[in-house]
């Protein structure tokens, strides 16, 4: 039997691609080598699922580093209201959280879960879970899909929809790019991207600052000249290998990009934890909080002002005995203290690993793939979406929205051919 199309890979970018070549009637086969289909849905968004993004599209693009603008294109025909659309006319309600995130109304990924695969039985696509595909061909008319045990499936096109290598568990293992490369694509260096950050820093090491968490910081990847590569505003966490949390997890490319560019492990990072406010402004309000006490000792007297362990970290950093009263203070060692809490510099040396990572960067080159159809430049009747792709985003709805876009404009095309 020959099929229209053959999918390989049962995330949310395949199961989309299904969907979406099966429209039209056509035989679809939907290949997944774990038994279940959507796993690494199921855990995103903490299990609720964040399952787009309503900004518009220039600021979605801003969120996607990962080759952000490559997604113009494949908008024009299926975007983010699209998205919303697909879900509320199958009767799952979504609801607007901040930043523009999308979730189901009921906070249950597995509600998103079950509309797909209801629409996947409904459209007739053939699906084969725990099916292990070694090897993709093709021929003048059509490809020949090999599976590990051996039997030969045949389609019109093929869609791979593998994922990355980040979260292997849900099966995501890098197959796709072993296939895109067999088809004569070239695939750009991996690296972990949304990914906790590594420090040898001795505070790190002796847990000063272990499991505290920091409100409304802007962390800063710097450049060589010191310069800052990229800030993000947003909370964060000290662990006992580093740092992590929103913050953390946007900047962690950059050190990966930083470490490329500067021939070096050892990246600085920097961190502001009163964003709202410039040097004087923060100078004056601590002045006046030590004034109103002047006998005080310096760590009392401060207190509320942020978090208790980071304030004593930053005294003791600015060179200040915690004890200190303000009639102790020099001019200098206020503003050695305004400095630190606007400006502290730390050194990181990477991340953790691709497996640790919420998404995998790097991928099949985007300048082989068609951006309005998906289609490979290389190999006729090829398809690529997904994870599979040198696209990535920052978390907060963007990868899934590429996953689902392109998955369904690369169905949409491969059901045409």
Not at 72 to 91: H, K, T, V
Not at 285 to 314: A, C, Q, T, W
Not at 328 to 349: A, E, Y
Not at 391 to 399: A, K, Q, R
């Amino acid at each position: 039997m020959l099929f229209q199309t053959i999918i390989i890979g049962g995330g949310p970018s395949g199961i989309m691609a299904a969907i979406s070549a099966s429209q039209q009637g056509q035989q679809v086969l939907l290949l997944e080598k774990k038994k279940g289909l959507g796993r690494k849905l199921k855990i995103s968004g903490g299990g609720r699922c964040n399952v787009t993004n309503r900004l518009p599209h220039s600021e979605i693009i801003k969120n996607i580093p990962g080759n952000g603008k490559f997604m113009y294109s494949p908008f024009s025909l299926f975007d983010n209201e699209s998205i919303i659309a697909f879900f509320q006319n199958r009767g799952l309600q979504l609801k607007e959280e901040d930043h523009g995130r999308m979730f189901p109304i009921t906070d249950q990924s597995q509600d998103v879960l079950d509309v797909l695969i209801k629409e996947l039985k409904k459209n007739h696509v053939i699906i084969h879970e725990e099916t292990k595909v070694t090897k993709v061909q093709s021929s003048d008319s059509n490809f020949t899909v090999t599976l590990e045990s051996g039997k030969q499936f045949h389609a019109k096109s093929v869609i791979i929809a593998t994922g990355g290598t980040s979260v292997p568990q849900t099966g995501s293992t890098g197959d796709g790019y072993h296939f895109a490369k067999s088809l004569g694509h070239q695939i750009t260096e991996l690296f972990p991207t949304e990914v906790p950050i590594k420090s040898s820093e001795p505070f790190i090491k002796q847990q000063i600052l272990k499991g505290l968490s920091l409100k409304n910081v802007s962390l800063s990847v710097l450049k060589k000249n010191g310069k800052k590569r990229i800030t993000h505003t947003m909370d964060m966490i000290f662990t006992h290998f580093g740092i992590s949390g929103p913050a953390a997890l946007r900047c962690s490319q950059f050190i990966y990009k930083e470490q490329q560019s500067q021939k070096k492990q050892t990246i600085t990072m920097q961190l502001d934890v009163f964003p709202d406010l410039t040097e004087d402004m923060l100078k004056q309000h601590i002045v006046k909080r030590l004034k109103e006490d002047p006998d005080k000792i310096i760590k009392n007297s401060l207190k509320g002002l942020i978090e208790e362990r980071y304030l004593h970290f930053m005294i003791q950093e600015s060179q200040i005995n915690l004890d200190t009263t303000y009639h102790h203070l020099s001019t200098q060692n206020i503003s050695d203290l305004v400095r630190m809490l606007k400006g502290f510099t730390f050194t990181v040396n990477g991340t953790l690993s691709l497996e640790k990572a919420f998404v995998t960067g790097g991928g099949v080159s985007i300048k082989e793939v068609v951006p309005t159809t998906m289609e490979s430049k290389i190999t006729p009747g090829l398809f690529l979406c997904g994870e599979v792709l040198d696209i990535h985003g920052y978390t907060g709805g963007y990868n899934i929205t590429c996953a689902l876009v392109t998955g369904y404009v690369a169905g949409y095309y491969a059901g045409l051919t």
